[in-house]
T-cell receptor, first 113, second 112 residues
Framework: DTAVSQTPKYLVTQMGNDKSIKCEQN?????MYWYKQDSKKFLKIMFS???????INETVPNRFSPKSPDKAHLNLHINSLELGDSAVYFC????????????FGEGSWLTVV | EDQVTQSPEALRLQEGESSSLNCSYT??????LFWYRQDPGKGPEFLFT???AGEEKEKERLKATLTKKESFLHITAPKPEDSATYLCAVQAPRDSGYALNFGKGTSLLVTP
């Protein structure tokens, strides 16, 4: 069974559209993340969320919003998509404590045209 | 702010040719240094966590070591299947959600 799964794997959409990427983890973890990997393969944190609080990287535009219907899911909503949003988005999860291991999903390739 | 710098950016090795990847870091207090492997089209796969200077961990042909300023990933007698991008990261504190701050990675190619 896949520990962290995200859908869709590939998404091509037009500028200005609103889209969502779904993420589910079956590890029983209490903290989930969204990371963005740009064309140069640099992996950068966007959000960190557990059932207590959302921590947002201050560089993330407010067009991006995470939504968590329950502890096992953290979906990423993106409004008014721009060309620069094209990237690979990774969902991840961990159990909150010092030195916790973060497990990643397989990624969602977003292309904005 | 935590900083992670990896070198070299790319490395090409012959099968069996041992080498090391470097990860230099600057943090206010190390909570954990992580190594991941990423294959093309895949998510990062966890390899090791190191917590304190002098610590070492091994897995097959890989050995990770840690000092107060840097970590090394030693690859002994690599095989073509070791080809991947190796990512180093340091863990942010709780008020940053324990997120990982990554370096830009070292792309390793091992040729037969």
């Amino acid at each position: 069974d896949t520990a962290v799964s995200q859908t869709p794997k590939y998404l091509v959409t037009q500028m200005g559209n609103d889209k969502s990427i779904k993420c589910e983890q079956n590890l029983g973890h209490d903290t989930m993340y969204w990371y963005k990997q740009d064309s140069k393969k640099f992996l950068k944190i966007m959000f960190s969320y557990n059932n207590k609080e959302l921590i947002i990287n201050e560089t993330v535009p407010n067009r991006f919003s995470p939504k968590s219907p329950d502890k096992a899911h953290l979906n990423l909503h993106i409004n008014s998509l721009e060309l620069g949003d094209s990237a690979v988005y990774f969902c991840a999860s961990s159990q909150e404590n010092r030195g916790n291991t973060i497990y990643f999903g397989e990624g969602s390739w977003l292309t904005v045209v | 702010e935590d900083q992670v710098t990896q070198s070299p950016e790319a490395l090409r090795l012959q099968e069996g040719e041992s080498s090391s990847l470097n990860c230099s870091y600057t943090v206010s207090g190390l909570r954990g240094l992580f190594w991941y492997r990423q294959d093309p089209g895949k998510g990062p796969e966890f390899l090791f966590t190191l917590y304190s200077a002098g610590e070492e961990k091994e897995k097959e042909r890989l050995k990770a070591t840690l000092t107060k300023k840097e970590s090394f990933l030693h690859i002994t007698a690599p095989k073509p299947e070791d080809s991947a991008t190796y990512l180093c990261a340091v863990q942010a504190p709780r008020d940053s959600g324990y997120a990982l701050n990554f370096g830009k990675g070292t792309s390793l190619l091992v040729t037969p």
